[in-house]
């Protein structure tokens, strides 16, 4: 990179992920972008993707969306997104795990969790062979990385002794365009769309080792018969190994109002991941009013705050216990519906735009 601008710093973002199907990683991008676009900063954006603009992505002020065709996924992030934004005079790159020595000392890098340090075993050996040999270098080589959560931050500088100074949190927040339902409503559109006609638990995650979801078909299988909730299971199929039991009904990946039903509409949300860098899935099922259960794996109760009930335990025993005594008190689920409405509303993209541009700011310095 050269200079900076100093009159307007110019900014690249490798947004590649944020057209492509809702994950955490999508809903990252496109929160972003949302956020920037409310906040109105002056920096100006040049958004890289290797794909045409989409209809619907929010564009910041003044943005420009650049078209980089290129075949190979990480010739693009080495080497052609880096020389074409030097081309473009950017001040700034932005990416996710990755950072080229292209970038000179201007790069910043997301990096959410360094979950493939914490147990290699939640990761095939190609994945996480990868993963351990590039984020480093990433933040090596990066002015600045960005982290979603102060669990996430410690896990970094203890894995990454080089990103050590360098790592500042910016937390997520919920999907920008994921809208609670009304209940009656909710209930009718899972009834028609999944055939649920009564009342359910609801688990939200692609099927890997991490998500630990095991745990939760487990639990709803050890239920009393006068609870006879099931336990839906939305997401790509992964590469778990969880046996899904009577209870569990697997319903795939699901559009995102049809997301927005589910969690409107459901009893308890189940989150029993063994390790999260943040949690997006618990602030949207906030937002919908929806109660949690989470694990203490990683940051969910960093996340969660005093809004969900927290379950220090592996035990599909205890995980039984703890959603029937939930499912028995109906005044607890309530505020605990007030308190996680009150949660999410705590974490907005607008800030999470503005904490980035300070980074930008910083590492342009």
Known sequence: MGEPNRDRLRVALDVRLVQRASTGDSTYWLGLLHGLCRIGSPIEFLLFSNAPQPPGIPMPP???WVELPCRNERWWSFVAFPLAARRRRADIL??????SPLAGRRGVTTIHDVSFFVDPSWFRPKDRLLLRTLVPLAARWASRVI???ETSRRDIERFVPSARGKVRVVPNAP??????????EARKMVGERFGLEGPYLLTVATRWPRKNLALATQAAELLPPELPHPLVLTGKPGWGTESLGPRSRPVGYVQLRELAALYSAADLYLAPSRYEGFGITLL?????GCPVLCS??????????????????????DWAEAIRSLLADSSKLERMRRDGRRRAAEFRWEDSARKTCDVYREAAL
């Open 296 to 317: 203490a794996g990683g940051a969910q109760p960093e996340v969660a705050g005093d809004a969900a009930e927290v379950l220090a335990s592996w035990s599909p025993e």
């Open 62 to 64: 003044g943005a420009t």
């Open 147 to 149: 982290t979603v959560s």
């Open 284 to 288: 949207e099922a906030f937002h919908c």
């Open 94 to 99: 932005h990416t996710q795990y990755s950072m």
């Open 175 to 184: 999907h920008p365009d994921l809208a609670p339902v009304d209940p009656a």
